[in-house]
């Protein structure tokens, strides 16, 4: 299997309704992420409520961002 077979699809699904109401869904993204989304949306489309936000269960798993060490490595010289 190739690298990019493990790794989940993330996008972002805009649906609008005959009503007019628009209806967001994440895949692929997981915990701070969803976060920083809908902050983003919030941001770009100010005139739009998201006071009826609907989290999954995949909100509160571990973000699918990788997190790098800052840590240096030491070297002994000598």
């Known amino acids: 299997m190739k ?3 493990y790794m989940a699809e993330e996008r972002i699904e ?9 209806e967001i869904v994440t895949h692929g993204f997981k915990g701070v992420c969803c976060d920083e989304i809908l902050e983003l ?3 770009h489309m100010p005139d739009e409520d998201f006071s009826n936000v609907k989290w999954t269960r995949e909100h509160d798993e571990p973000s699918t961002r990788r997190t790098v060490s800052k840590s ?3 070297v ?3």
């Open 14 to 22: 805009i649906i609008q309704h005959d009503n007019c109401l628009l």
């Open 72 to 74: 240096k490595k030491q």
């Open 3 to 5: 690298l990019g077979e």
């Open 76 to 78: 002994r010289r000598g």
């Open 41 to 43: 949306l919030k941001k």
